[in-house]
């Protein structure tokens, strides 16, 4: 296993409890019943291989995946922040990857019905068998949508910005790829030189995607910020922010 991920695991913060949850329930139960009827060993050993062996696989498709993920929600209802926390830390506590996608998946679609006090479920998933592929989701379309819902929340990002763990970093560093006009962009710019000397690979490429997507909104801004700060970013940041300017 990569170093940075063991570290990462090792990092990982103790589970909040799981509350109780009949729709969790549900899921979990339709979840262990089709999600292996479509397991795939020789995809499965690709897709572990692929992640670095963070963790074990089924070896579904993403297509079925989805179509069977269509099937497990069928009927469920609208989810509170409850039945979220539910089926997502229940979800993490499953060996194999594709029940973190289903989770990260379903807290996407419904994160509006979460509030500030989802965070610390966030925090435990995202410092818990991490990797980019459910930390990005996580970042982008859970952190994101909650910062944006509730301002105070920046706050904790700027906790989470010079946090020990390299994904709480990078989720810090993520959370508002979607804010477009939005955008905080002093805390944007200041994240970046505050991690800019980080040496990770994945925070240095944090950089830079956070920088070219939010120059997709203000190019002239973020030119400007890359001359200005000069050789303080690594290369790599730098080669990522203007690769479209």
């Known amino acids: 296993m990569n170093d940075g991920v063991e570290r990462a695991r090792d990092a990982a913060e103790q589970a909040p409890g799981i509350p109780g949850s009949a729709l969790a329930d549900t899921v979990l139960e339709r979840l262990a019943a089709l999600y292996p009827t479509a397991a795939d060993p020789q995809r499965a050993r690709s897709a572990a291989a692929y992640m670095k062996h963070v963790a074990p696989f089924l070896g579904i498709p993403a297509t079925r995946r989805r179509a069977l993920s269509r099937t497990v929600v069928e009927g469920t209802g609208r ?8 089926v997502a830390l229940r979800c993490w506590q499953l060996p194999e990857r594709e029940y973190q996608y289903f989770a990260a ?7 509006a019905r979460c509030s500030s006090g989802f965070l610390p479920v966030l925090r435990h ?5 991490p990797w980019w592929d459910t930390v990005d989701v996580l970042a982008a379309h ?3 949508p909650l910062v944006a819902a509730d301002p105070a929340l ?4 700027d906790a989470w910005i010079d946090d020990d763990n390299l994904w709480i970093v990078r989720t810090a560093l993520l959370h508002q790829l979607r804010h477009k006009e939005a955008t ?7 994240y970046c030189l505050r991690r800019a000397g980080h040496p990770d690979f994945f925070i240095r490429k ?11 909104t203000d190019p002239q801004a973020v030119r400007d910020f890359v001359d200005a700060a000069g050789d303080r970013l690594s290369p790599l940041s730098v080669r990522e922010a203007t690769k479209h300017l």
Not at 125 to 129: M, N
């Open 154 to 157: 920046r706050q904790d990002m």
């Open 184 to 190: 905080d962009t002093g805390r944007l710019f200041d």
């Open 105 to 111: 998946d379903y807290l996407r679609r419904h994160v």
């Open 79 to 86: 989810p509170g922040e409850t039945d979220c926390a539910a």
């Open 125 to 129: 998933l995202v410092s818990t068998v």
């Open 142 to 144: 859970v952190a994101g």
């Open 206 to 216: 944090a950089i830079g995607w956070a920088l070219r997507e939010y120059a997709k």
